[in-house]
């Protein structure tokens, strides 16, 4: 798999712990970095409107967040289920998962094919067969439950934190203000800063939202992992407006990584359709961006394929900048961390 150009050292001290509620701050007064060609700049997310313009159109996520980890026993111990992925019942059988078994240290590689576990209120799981060939993280899972494994979530899971976040948040801080459909693992967390007062105030200013869906999957891939598919939809209404924006001028500004790769596997010869299914769309170097103009999005880590992205919206000299940038500034990363804006123009 290829990696990213930008190059850069993460100490462990900039891993944002907690939401930044916790630290006295609202959602919208976490910093924000916005590089584009004309420079980099620094202020709180409450003032990204000062770089937009009227007839920029902002693509977000409605995705909500599921409490997506549940305990189970394996033998004579507790290990962590992480629900990724709800698998098609046409060609699953109904109540197939795509499932990653966890410990404190990380993931575990060492699942069986027909293994069982226990899971709490009476339900189980059995995993059937790896989900990438050759990988052994992520398993197709039957799960046993009555009700459905939403409902079942949502009486005995928690939020999926890794090692960083020490202690447990509310389902709560795991949501953004777009969030309205239900389905990711994980927190599609660039959005997260908008609150309904900000997202007014951008509109009053000629600002433009427009929806899509992408249910994010979990993260922590293993090393050289590419990006596996994930369901996702862009309405017709959506694939309109975005092409509109673009004839008119304006900059089609993607909220996440999710927004990006949706748009980006609906767009066709510079033109975006409506289309829903599931994508395996990995942008890079031999797969620029075709629609998207920059984007609203948290701090990865090294060597993350999402860098690979960020540099194929707005290519590796800027995204370079704007880390060595956050880097400098001591910005905060994860879900609970800053937020930068890039723009290609």
């Known amino acids: 798999m290829t990696t990213p150009h930008t190059r850069f050292t993460l100490s462990d001290d900039l891993l944002a712990v907690a939401p930044p509620e916790a630290r006295g701050l609202a959602r919208d007064e976490v910093r924000l970095l916005t590089a584009s060609p004309a420079g980099v700049h620094h202020a709180t997310f409450r003032e990204v409107g000062d770089h937009l313009r009227p007839g920029d159109l902002l693509v977000v996520n409605t995705s909500g967040t599921l409490p997506a980890a549940v305990d189970a026993v394996r033998g004579d111990h507790v290990v962590g289920v992480h629900f990724s992925t709800e698998l098609d019942a046409v060609e699953f059988d ?52 009555e009700g459905g494994v939403g409902k079942y979530l949502a009486l005995v899971g928690r939020p999926i934190r890794y090692g960083y976040v020490p202690r447990t948040w509310p389902l709560t801080d795991y949501q953004t203000v777009f969030a309205r459909d239900p389905g990711s693992a994980e927190m599609p967390s660039a959005a997260r800063p908008f609150t309904a007062e900000l997202v007014t105030q951008l ?13 994010t999957g979990v993260s922590s891939p293993e090393a050289g992992e590419p990006p596996y598919a994930e369901r996702f939809r862009v309405p017709v209404t959506t694939a309109a407006l975005v092409n509109w924006v ?79 940038a956050a880097v400098e500034r001591r910005y905060l990363w994860h879900e609970f961390g800053d937020v930068s804006l890039l723009l290609s123009k």
Not at 203 to 215: D, K, M, T
Request: glycine residues 12%.
């Open 203 to 215: 509109v009053s200013r000629g600002v433009l939202f427009a929806p899509i869906l992408l249910h």
């Open 246 to 324: 673009r004839t008119q001028g304006g900059r089609v500004v993607a909220v996440g990584t999710t927004a990006v790769r949706a748009l980006e596997s609906a767009a066709v010869d510079g033109s975006v359709t409506a289309a829903s299914g599931w994508t395996s769309l990995v942008l890079g170097p031999d797969h620029p961006a075709q629609v998207v103009d920059g984007l609203v999005t948290g701090l990865h880590t090294p060597e993350a394929s999402h860098l690979l992205l960020l540099e194929a919206v707005v290519g590796p000299a800027l995204v370079q900048r704007a880390y060595d």
């Open 94 to 145: 109904e109540g197939t998962w795509v499932v990653e078994l966890r410990a404190t240290g990380g993931p575990l590689l060492d699942g069986r094919e027909g293994e069982h576990l226990a899971l709490p209120a009476g339900a189980g799981l059995t995993l059937l067969e790896p989900h990438i060939a050759g990988r052994r993280r992520l398993w197709r899972a039957r799960v046993d439950v």
